[in-house]
């Protein structure tokens, strides 16, 4: 999250509407609330605070992800999270993800059951019910959704998978709510409800969301041959995107040419090459190259990188949130893993966009997802033989 200063509805300050008419959620604040014992001892990572935190962001909303452990504290941070919530300066939305299955400390349905005023079980039927298109283990999630004063609650399971299928069912649902809460008359019909799967859930994610497989255990199917670093023949995911008229790329999401791990090295202007398009007018690249020197210590001769199972998902899930939140782009990512020397690179990143901003801009932003969500770690190695983590030596 950026530590600039956001701007937020105010009592003073009239609802914003589209055009058309329709009620729209940009200022609104909303709380991810991660309930996780592992995640907030720090020994496992938050795969669904990011996933939540970039789809509220996409529609406007002002993001803060909290984390902490299943147990007593849930309680008391949903009462602080919703102490002001008849403020027009509330949090609009409070979500949690976590702490709803039948663990004894899972506690996170009887929290919020003492928190809430009313209560709106459609929308947890309405959850159940598309996650009943995947598991059958849904119905043992014992989620709950309500209000209290301006600000909507509700639980979605801890899994990525409940995580999309909560993103699919609220989706259309947000503006109306927040409508609701700040007593909006007259905002139109919510014409957000026939909206596809995929224009919801980011490309490469849009078959998870239909409730066709699980998501963790296949990759998406190429629609078309990307030639990418050898990382194809390990595993990874390709996927490159046919031709799209240039007239309609301004209002579709990105496209992801390529999100993969490789062991082989990668080379800039490959990159760079595959995104080009005759629509696109500007393409930006990022090479994140080996230095001989880190946090002060001079000396280093090379790094080895290491990736956590679930990485090349992770890279996959947060190079296409990225494309999704840039439309008109055509975005290359791969990273590489493995025993690296000094002036090696460790990542490539290309973009191409109809205009130079935009196309800066996704660069930077696929590149900050990169380092902050997928988990690989990094091992420096120096002239005289020692060795550090990065990150997790002191």
């Known amino acids: 999250m950026s530590e600039q200063a956001r701007a937020h509805v105010g009592s003073e300050r009239p609802p914003h509407r589209h055009e058309d008419g329709d009620f729209h959620l940009q200022g609104r604040r909303a709380v991810v609330l991660i309930v996780s014992t592992s995640a907030a001892a720090g020994t496992a990572q938050d795969r669904c605070g990011p996933l939540l935190a970039a789809w509220l962001e996409r529609r406007g909303v002002d993001v803060a992800v909290r984390v902490l452990p299943d147990g007593p504290d849930v309680l008391a941070t949903l009462r602080e999270l919703t102490a002001d919530s008849a403020s027009a300066d509330a949090s609009r939305f409070v979500i949690t993800s976590g702490g709803t299955g039948l663990n004894l400390d899972d506690v996170t349905p009887e929290a919020t059951a003492r928190v809430v005023e009313r209560e709106t079980p459609g929308i947890m039927h309405a959850l159940w019910s598309k996650g009943l298109e995947k598991t059958p283990t849904a119905v043992m999630s014992r989620g709950v959704a309500g209000t209290v004063g301006q600000t909507f609650v509700v639980n979605l399971p801890g899994s990525r998978g409940g995580v999309k299928d909560g993103m699919a069912v609220l989706d259309p649902l947000l503006d109306h709510i927040s409508a609701q809460l700040e007593d909006v008359h007259g905002h139109g019909e919510d014409r957000r409800v026939a909206q596809s799967a995929d224009e919801i859930v980011p490309a490469g994610q849009a078959s998870e969301a239909a409730g066709d497989g699980a998501a963790s255990d296949r990759a998406p199917s190429p629609r078309t041959a990307s030639p990418g670093p050898a990382a194809l023949s390990t595993g990874v995911t390709s996927a490159a995107a ?153």
Not at 278 to 307: K, M, N, Q
Not at 315 to 335: E, I, K, S, Y
């Open 242 to 394: 046919t031709g799209t008229p240039a007239a309609g790329r301004a209002t579709t999401a990105g496209v992801v040419v390529l999100s993969a791990l490789t062991a082989d090295p990668l080379d800039a202007e490959e990159a760079q090459r595959a995104v080009a398009d005759p629509a696109c007018g500007a393409v930006v690249g990022f090479s994140g190259v080996i230095r001989d020197h880190d946090g002060g210590r001079t000396g280093v001769t090379g790094l080895e990188y290491t990736a956590h199972p679930t990485a090349q998902e992770v890279l996959r899930d947060v190079v296409a949130l990225a494309a999704a939140a840039h439309p008109g782009t055509r975005v290359w990512a791969a990273h590489r893993i493995g025993a690296l020397a000094v002036g090696d690179s460790a990542l490539e990143v290309a973009v191409a966009a109809a205009h130079r901003r935009e196309a800066f801009e996704a660069c930077a932003d696929v590149v900050d997802r990169i380092k902050e969500s997928v988990p690989i770690w990094k091992r420096e190695r120096f002239q005289d033989g020692a060795h550090a983590w990065v990150g997790l030596d002191d």
